[in-house]
């Protein structure tokens, strides 16, 4: 499986416990897993690179467990349990420098761990209902948590007593009620401090931890579902969001408007992630396609039916993404998927009916004896 693995430049994890790889050059997909029997304890939340050199991956299971994948051997190589049971699912997976491990679950268990240890080496309360939690790309000590009533909280691991930053809730609306808040993503803007977050009421906010202000600097709508992910391009200035209804759309950050929207999705937006370099984004999610978007242009490069519904997603910054004008004219570009067929789960408990005769009742029979009685 090393030759296979080597050759994927998307990687993808599944509700069914199923790490996948795809090709975009060779036109191919293939299926990673450790266990013939697959649960729907082994669902994959996050995704994370285990070196710099992108040759491992970190994977964080419903269980508890994070799992490690080699890319140069196609095989899994570690298991490690980060999270105790009845703590809900990670919301983040990353990776710290040297053999640091960062790692977050929604009842609010924000942990460092360190190398063989089976205890955390620092563990920070960010809250509950935690949604998301991100890493910063520059600085690697600072680190940002939202969720369900719990508003954005940006820490410095060196200092974990107590958030660096907290932000205000928004204030009152007109008739002086209380206006809900929920995050469900967020991402550090490059060249600054700012942070954007998107949350479940449609709203897109830019706070700003040297600011004054706790409240955003930055804060308009976009279209009228929950949004449930973003990501960054590399040219700055700008973000994609998608929501529930796989409406998927890149929005200004400097005038709060939108720039274009991605069309091609048919269901709820699970993950996106911006190339690093390249100005494209992938997106993944309840329909079960991986697609890769250019922002350019905003047309649909590539798409692939990987039979799962998908989690989390994540990009090789080292491979080349885009298809240029492989597709043809606006076109998507097919991907084949290998390894075998994948049952869906719901198809393996669904209890098999058959349909019966329905059984004429008691009355039904006397009468019809009468009218052969009168016929006769």
């Known amino acids: 499986m090393g030759d296979t693995s080597r050759l994927c430049s998307v990687w ?14 060779r036109k191919q997909a293939f299926n990673f897993c450790n266990t013939s029997h697959l649960s729907r304890a082994q669902e994959v939340r996050a995704l994370c690179w285990g070196d710099p050199d992108e040759s491992e991956l970190l994977l964080g299971s419903v269980d508890g467990t994070v799992k490690t994948f ?9 298991t490690r349990r980060c999270g105790e049971p009845g703590e809900g699912c990670f919301t983040g997976l990353e990776k710290l420098s040297g053999s640091g491990l960062l790692t977050c679950v929604e009842t609010g268990a924000l942990r460092v761990w360190r190398e063989d240890s089976t205890e955390p080496a620092t563990e920070m309360k960010a809250g509950d209902h935690v949604s998301r939690m991100r890493l910063s790309p520059v600085n690697r000590n600072h680190v940002a948590t939202g969720g369900k009533e719990n508003g954005l909280k ?19 609306d007109w008739l002086d009620l209380r206006r809900p808040q929920w995050v469900r993503d967020m991402a550090f803007i490059p060249d600054s401090d700012k942070v954007v977050t998107c949350t479940a009421y449609h709203q897109v906010h830019v706070f700003d931890p040297c600011s004054p ?28 969001v998608g929501n529930t209804h796989g409406h998927v759309a890149l929005l200004d950050l400097r005038k709060g408007v939108v720039r274009g929207c991605l069309k091609g999705l048919t269901g709820g937006v699970r993950a996106l992630q911006c190339h690093p370099t390249r100005p ?26 990987l039979k799962s519904r998908l989690n989390c997603i994540l990009l090789a910054s080292s491979q080349l993404v885009d298809g240029g004008g492989a597709a043809g004219e606006g076109g998507a570009e097919g991907v084949k998927e290998e390894e075998g067929e994948e049952d869906d789960e719901v198809w393996e408990t ?27």
Request: aromatic share 6%; net charge positive.
């Open 12 to 25: 993808l994890g599944s509700e069914t416990g199923i790490l996948k790889g795809v090709s975009v050059s």
């Open 70 to 78: 080699s890319i140069q051997k196609g095989v899994f190589t570690e």
């Open 154 to 172: 940006i820490w410095d691991l060196q200092k974990p007593d107590k958030p660096a930053f907290t932000a205000k809730n928004l204030r009152d």
């Open 213 to 240: 202000r706790r409240r955003p600097v930055l804060e308009f709508e976009y279209g009228e579902y929950p949004l449930t992910a973003m990501s960054l391009p590399a040219a700055g200035h700008a973000v994609v």
């Open 280 to 305: 494209v984004v992938a997106s993944c999610g309840l329909d079960r396609f991986l697609r890769i978007h250019g922002l350019e242009d905003r047309k649909l490069q590539h798409k692939v039916y």
């Open 350 to 376: 669904m209890e098999r009916v058959e349909e019966k005769t329905k059984r004429k009742t008691t009355e039904e029979e006397e009468l019809q004896k009468k009218k052969k009685k009168g016929q006769d």
